[in-house]
């Protein structure tokens, strides 16, 4: 059994996980690539970036918004719109989360339209993005629509984002009642 200690930690050691790399093929290795790139605001790692948003792989563009997100940075605006509209659910839902973290009003039509998407979790993910823009009463009458939403999970979660939003704990789970609360 000793014997074999030494030749599998040299195996152990010479095996490695996935490396950042957003040049290289694997899909995983790119996205892990964008992830190296947060907190990195150069000429460079921007472009790495944007480009990374045409990727084929969803990942890699998942990764891409999500860095972009952690800058807060208003005129990011122009990356996330687009991704409202692509193929892959995850993307939109990165999309909804990064215009709700750069706080730029004029992304709210697109979570507005982001709430007739098929996919239940994008439309759970563009209500918490409106749930960001708290005194916008686009927003808060989009948010009383979606608690007629036909899934559960998206109307509870819209009525309960207004009970946060406005403090009111009175309103019945009711999409009349709550257009009325927010008018």
């Known amino acids: 059994m000793r014997s074999l200690f030494w030749p599998a930690l040299l195996l152990l050691v010479g095996c490695g996980g996935p490396e950042a790399n957003p040049k290289i093929q694997d899909p995983y290795e790119r996205f892990l690539g964008a992830r190296e790139l947060a907190g990195r ?10 480009s990374m948003l045409d990727d084929s792989h969803y990942l890699v563009v998942v990764g891409a918004l999500d860095v972009l997100a952690t800058q807060h940075r208003p005129e990011f605006l122009q990356h996330y719109v687009p991704k409202l509209k692509h193929r892959n659910p995850m993307v939109r839902q990165s999309a909804c989360a990064g215009i709700g973290a750069i706080r730029n009003e004029d992304g709210i039509p697109g979570l507005v339209e982001a709430l007739k998407d098929p996919d239940p979790a994008v439309r ?11 005194r916008n009463p686009a927003a808060l009458r989009a948010m ?30 009711s999409k009349d009642d709550w257009a009325k609360a927010v008018q």
């Open 144 to 173: 009383a629509d979606a608690v007629g939403d036909k899934d559960p999970s998206v109307s509870f979660m819209a009525h309960r984002l207004l009970g946060e939003i406005t403090g009111r704990k009175d309103v019945p789970k």
């Open 41 to 50: 605001t150069d000429a460079q790692a921007m472009s790495q970036l944007v």
């Open 124 to 134: 759970r993910s563009a209500l918490k993005a409106l749930a960001d823009y708290p």
